[in-house]
């Protein structure tokens, strides 16, 4: 089974901290995702990554950054955090199987970030 | 652009109702489709997906047909049960270097005993 964890379910932090948001996969999956989640809005795409050290902006990549060391690991950095990113915050993987790129997008079970 | 329209909830059913929820999609190509789930405390698992025109995805006894000439992917089940409980995304793919999901804003469907 296809295993996506991040590294807290719930976290709080103030207005200005920089966080730090990580996620793992065990399935040596090449391609990786940043996304968040609010109510009416869906989930919508803020990084995403298709090899180490390869990152590409999503739709809404401001306020954000993104750094992949190693294949197995993406983490999501709020530089400065604002409420306004108070979220829950969705990470997936989908492998490359055979040079191409599959479709199915494994998620992990969410962070829920409220900014104080 | 790219876009995905899907019924606002929450949907509130008795067990066993017949389940519709609706999902729209525009775009330019031809996306593959799909359904996730998400249930409660949880994050989305893939529920079923369609790769081309006339295609019927199915799982658990949920199913949704590609409809190209209305632009449609709706999700049906016959029979739902108290853990179908869950909010429910319609999304396409899109590709652009990789695969990338446009998701529409989630159904919430609550099913009573």
């Known amino acids: 089974d296809v295993k996506v964890t991040q590294s807290s379910r719930y976290l709080v932090k103030r207005t200005g901290e920089k966080v730090f948001l990580e996620c793992v996969q065990d399935?040596?999956?090449?391609?990786m995702f940043w996304y968040r989640q609010d109510p009416g809005l869906g989930l919508r795409l803020i990084y995403f990554?298709?090899?180490?050290?390869?990152?590409e902006k999503g739709d809404i990549p401001e306020g954000y950054s993104v750094s992949r060391e190693k294949k197995e690991r993406f983490s999501l950095i709020l530089e400065s955090a604002s409420t306004n990113q108070t979220s829950m915050y969705l990470c997936?993987?989908?492998?490359?199987?055979?040079?191409?790129?599959?479709?199915?997008?494994?998620f992990g079970p969410g962070t829920r970030l409220l900014v104080l | 652009g790219n876009s995905v329209t899907q019924m606002e909830g929450p949907v509130t059913l008795s067990e066993e109702a017949f389940l519709t929820i609706n999902c729209t999609y525009t775009a330019t190509g031809y996306p593959s489709l799909f359904w996730y789930v998400q249930y409660p405390g949880e994050g989305l698992q893939l529920l079923l997906k369609a790769t081309k025109a006339d295609d019927k995805g199915s799982n658990k006894g949920f199913e949704a047909t590609y409809r190209k000439e209305t632009t449609s992917f709706h999700l049906e089940k016959g029979s739902v049960q108290v853990s179908d409980s869950a909010v429910y995304f319609c999304a396409l793919s899109r590709y652009s270097g990789t695969y990338k999901y446009i998701f529409g804003t989630g159904t919430r469907l609550k099913v009573l005993a």
């Open positions: 399935m040596d999956h090449e391609n």
């Open positions: 990554s298709y090899d180490v050290k390869m990152k």
């Open positions: 997936a993987s989908s492998p490359r199987t055979s040079g191409r790129t599959q479709e199915t997008q494994y």
